[in-house]
C-alpha cells in the first residue's frame, strides 16, 4: 500500500542495499585522503547566507537560482550549504586554523543542496567529497590536488576519466580577458541566452560556463585564456604542467574552464565522464588565493577540489567497477522448540540464546536472531537470507547437555560445542 508521503523531488532514500555501495566508496576515498596527509572536518549544513553570496559570486546561477535561503525566528537569512568551500574556509578563520598548522590539510564529506532541474547525477540533495589545502601556493599543491583526484578515480577501478586543465589568471590579468570576452561577443550578444546577456554586463567570464547550445557556439569565438595571462600565471600554469608530467599524470588544456564559482583564481581542473550526459564532471576544483582575506582572515593561498558521490557511483555501476560486497552476518542463533506458547517471551531456550547472542557480539562478531517465535526451519532461512556464516542451535536438549549445535553454513558440517565455550570457539574462527 503506498503512503501518501512520498520524498521530495530531487531527493533520494539510500536503501540498505546501495549503502553498502556508499560506504565502500566512501571507505576507499577516506582511506586514500588518510594516506596523503589530510584530516577530515564537519561543518554545520546551514549557515549565514552571505557567506556564499560572497565567495560563490552574486552573479552565479548558484547564488541566483539554486540556494535554499531562508529566514530563522530572529530574522537572519541562512542558507543550506551549496558548497563546500566556503564553510571550510569560515571554520578555518573563526577557529584561528592557521594558528596551529601552516599548511592545513583538510577533508570532508556530507550533503549539500541546490534547486535544480533534477537529471543523472544531479539531485537537490547532494553528497560530495572534497580536499582543501590553506596556507600554500606551491604549484606542487595544485599537481599533488589533482595527482589525488586521478588516484582516487583509478584506485575505483575508472581509468579513462578525462583531465582538464586551465587557469582563470589573477587580479592583474582577468580584467584584460574580461574585455576581450566583451569585444569579441559585442555583435552577438543578441544570440545569447537571457542569463548570458546579463552576465556580458555584470560579469562576462561567467558566460563561460553556460550550458546553452546557442550560447556555446558564440562562446566559441572567444580567444583562449591562456593568451591573456601575466607573466607570473603562465609560470604558474607551466610548473603546474611540469610536475603533472612529473607524476604522469595525463591531461588536456581547456582554453574556457572557468567552473561555476567565482573564487577560482589561476588552477582551474575537472575529471570528466562520458556517460552522464551534460553532468559529466566527476571531480572538479582549482585555486582560490583571495577568499581567505576577503573573509577576513590572514593573506593565505588555498587550493582544493569536490567530487559528486552520486556522479561517482553511477560511473562506477555503468562501468562494471562494484566489487560484490556482503553485509553477511557472521553467527546466527536458531533455537527449539519455537512454536510453543512461551517460546520467545521468556523460555529457557529464548533466554539461553538472548544471553550468548549479547556475549557473541560483545567480541566484535555481528550476530542475530528471530524474534518473531518462528520454526527452525524459518530460523535457517533468515540465517541464509543474512548470509550467516554460522548458524548455533539452541534446544532444550542442548541446554540439559550444556552444548550448543554450531553449523557451517558453507560446507554444512556441525559440531558440538560446549555452551560456556562458545564465545570462545567462535573468536577463533573470526
Same mark, same amino acid.
Given at each position: ?43 554545520? =549544513?546551514? #549557515? ?20 535554499? +535561503? ?8 541562512? +542558507? ?7 564553510? *571550510? ?38 553528497h560530495q567529497f572534497g580536499v582543501e589545502v590553506l596556507g600554500a601556493s606551491s604549484p606542487a599543491i595544485d599537481a599533488e590536488i589533482i595527482y589525488l583526484g586521478c588516484f582516487i578515480l583509478k584506485s575505483l577501478g575508472l581509468d579513462n576519466a578525462k583531465l582538464l586543465l586551465g587557469s582563470v589568471g &589573477? ?31 555584470? %560579469? ?7 550550458? %546553452?547550445?546557442? &550560447? ?21 600554469? /607551466? ?30 581542473? #575537472? ?31 588555498? &587550493?582544493? $577540489? ?6 561517482? =557511483? ?16 557472521? *553467527? ?6 519455537? /512454536?510453543?506458547? +512461551? ?18 557480539? &560483545? ?9 518473531? /517465535? ?9 540465517? %541464509? ?9 539452541? !534446544? ?6 550444556? =552444548? ?7 560446507? !554444512? %558440517?556441525?559440531? /558440538? ?12 574462527? $573470526?
Open positions: 500500500m503506498a503512503t501518501k508521503y512520498q520524498s521530495l523531488r530531487g531527493t533520494k532514500d539510500i536503501l540498505p542495499e546501495d549503502s553498502r555501495t556508499w560506504r565502500y566508496v566512501e571507505g576507499k576515498i577516506s582511506d586514500i585522503f588518510a594516506r596523503f596527509g589530510y584530516q577530515e572536518i564537519r561543518t554545520p =549544513i546551514f #549557515e549565514m547566507t552571505e557567506l556564499f553570496v560572497r565567495s560563490i559570486g552574486a552573479s552565479t546561477d548558484i547564488v541566483n537560482k539554486e540556494m535554499y +535561503t531562508f529566514p530563522d525566528k530572529k530574522g537572519r537569512s541562512l +542558507t543550506l550549504r551549496p558548497e563546500g568551500t566556503a564553510p *571550510v574556509v569560515r571554520a578555518y578563520i573563526q577557529n584561528q586554523l592557521y594558528q596551529k598548522d601552516e599548511v592545513l590539510k583538510l577533508y570532508y564529506k556530507g550533503p549539500f543542496f541546490r534547486y535544480e532541474r533534477p537529471q543523472a547525477g544531479r539531485e537537490r540533495q547532494f &589573477c587580479s592583474d590579468c582577468r580584467p584584460a580577458y574580461e574585455k576581450l570576452i566583451v569585444s569579441t561577443l559585442k555583435e552577438s550578444t543578441s544570440k545569447l541566452c537571457d542569463d548570458c546577456q546579463k552576465r556580458y554586463k555584470t %560579469n562576462p567570464l561567467r558566460m563561460l560556463d553556460c550550458k %546553452n547550445e546557442d &550560447c556555446k557556439k558564440q562562446l566559441k569565438k572567444i580567444p583562449s585564456f591562456a593568451g591573456s595571462l601575466c607573466d607570473d600565471c603562465k609560470k604558474y600554469l /607551466n610548473e603546474t604542467e611540469e610536475l603533472l608530467k612529473l607524476l604522469e599524470v595525463s591531461y588536456t588544456i581547456s582554453p574556457h574552464l572557468v567552473r561555476g564559482l567565482d573564487y577560482y583564481t589561476r588552477t582551474t581542473f #575537472e575529471f570528466v565522464y562520458s556517460g552522464l550526459g551534460a553532468q559529466s564532471t566527476v571531480i572538479g576544483g582549482g585555486r582560490y588565493n583571495n577568499l581567505i582575506k576577503e573573509f577576513g582572515g590572514p593573506s593565505v593561498s588555498a &587550493c582544493g $577540489f569536490a567530487g559528486g558521490m552520486e556522479r561517482l =557511483i553511477s560511473v562506477l555501476k555503468n562501468e562494471g567497477k562494484i566489487p560484490s560486497l556482503s553485509d553477511g552476518l557472521d *553467527v546466527f542463533i536458531a533455537q527449539i522448540p519455537a /512454536n510453543t506458547e +512461551t517460546a520467545g517471551k521468556g523460555d529457557e531456550c529464548f533466554k539461553t540464546a538472548f544471553k550468548l547472542l549479547q556475549e557473541i557480539r &560483545c567480541f566484535k562478531i555481528s550476530a542475530d536472531m528471530d524474534y518473531r /517465535n518462528g520454526s527452525l526451519k524459518s530460523q535457517f532461512r533468515k540465517a %541464509n537470507k543474512l548470509k550467516a556464516s554460522y548458524v548455533i542451535v539452541i !534446544g532444550e536438549d542442548e541446554i540439559k547437555k550444556g =552444548i550448543v549445535k554450531l553449523k557451517d553454513m558453507k560446507t !554444512g %558440517n556441525e559440531e /558440538n560445542i560446549k555452551l560456556d565455550e562458545a564465545t570462545s570457539k567462535l573468536k577463533e574462527k $573470526f
